[in-house]
Each structure stands twice: as C-alpha cells, then as structure tokens.
C-alpha cells in the first residue's frame, strides 16, 4: 500500500483538504508525520499569489490531521470514529512556510478517550520551528 492510500484509509479528509503524506511513526506517546506543501496546493492562488505563503490555518489542521491519523494507525481510534476540532489553544508561528518545503509535524498525545483528544504539535521546516499549538477534538461517529 503506498502512503497516499494508507493516509486515506487512516482519515476521512481528501484532497483538496488532506494534508497529511506520511506518518512515520505513532506510539501512545508521540507522532511524527510529514507533508510537503507544493505550489499546486489550492490556497497559494489566493494566499499570496506574489508570495505564496502557507496560511497558519492550515498549518494547524495539519498538526491536527497528523495526530488523527498517528491515533488511528495505532489503534487508539475505531474505525468509525470521526474526530472534530473544538478548541485550538496555545498558536504560535514561527516561521513562514513557503511552495516546496517539507513540514514535519510532531503530536504528543496529552489525553485520548473515546469522546475526546487533547494534544500538542510542533510544526518543523528541516529542524526550524515554524508552529506551535494545543488543540482538543471531540470524537464521534459516522453513524
């Protein structure tokens, strides 16, 4: 299975809004996942077309993807089980993101249940800082 194909068995979102290409690694405690933003992305048409810039939004929902997918490719999440932002706390951005570079995000699970996931994410360009957030998603299902 390539890892376009596991990432889409591990999450409901598609593209455009997907934004997760890779989980390296997930254990009970930390994440690691990696998304390389490209020109092509359907923001930076907008977001600055002289200066493409990823927005900060989007950088958060990818930590938040990147999380999501680490808890259910370990198993911590039924396979219906649809997760929700409901609270983002804690941004913080460091670093722009630009066309062409690679963002590494982090998750450390601070809390998992079934009704709810609480955790932290950095996001890294190469080993620089670019973001920085808390964030609790409330879980559902499909049904």
């Not at 997930?26 to 092509?40: Q, S, W, Y």
């Not at 999501?68 to 932002?85: S, T």
């Not at 709810?116 to 190469?126: C, E, L, T």
């Amino acid at each position: 299975m390539n890892n376009v194909n596991e990432i889409e068995t591990l999450l409901p979102h598609r593209s455009p809004f997907l934004f997760v290409d890779e989980i390296i690694s997930a254990d009970e405690k930390k994440i690691i996942a990696r998304h390389l933003f490209t020109l092509n992305e359907f923001f930076f048409a907008g977001h600055f077309p002289r200066y493409p810039v990823v927005p900060g939004v989007i950088l958060v929902e990818t930590m938040a993807q990147s999380g999501g997918a680490g808890l259910r490719k370990q198993g911590a999440l039924g396979a219906d089980a649809l997760f929700f932002l409901a609270s983002v706390d804690k941004v913080k951005f460091r670093r722009q993101v630009r066309p062409g570079e690679e963002v590494r995000s982090e998750i450390e699970n601070l809390r998992v249940s079934a009704k709810m996931i609480k955790q932290s994410g950095r996001a890294f360009v190469k080993d620089e800082l670019a973001a920085e957030a808390e964030w609790l998603c409330l879980v559902g299902n499909q049904q």
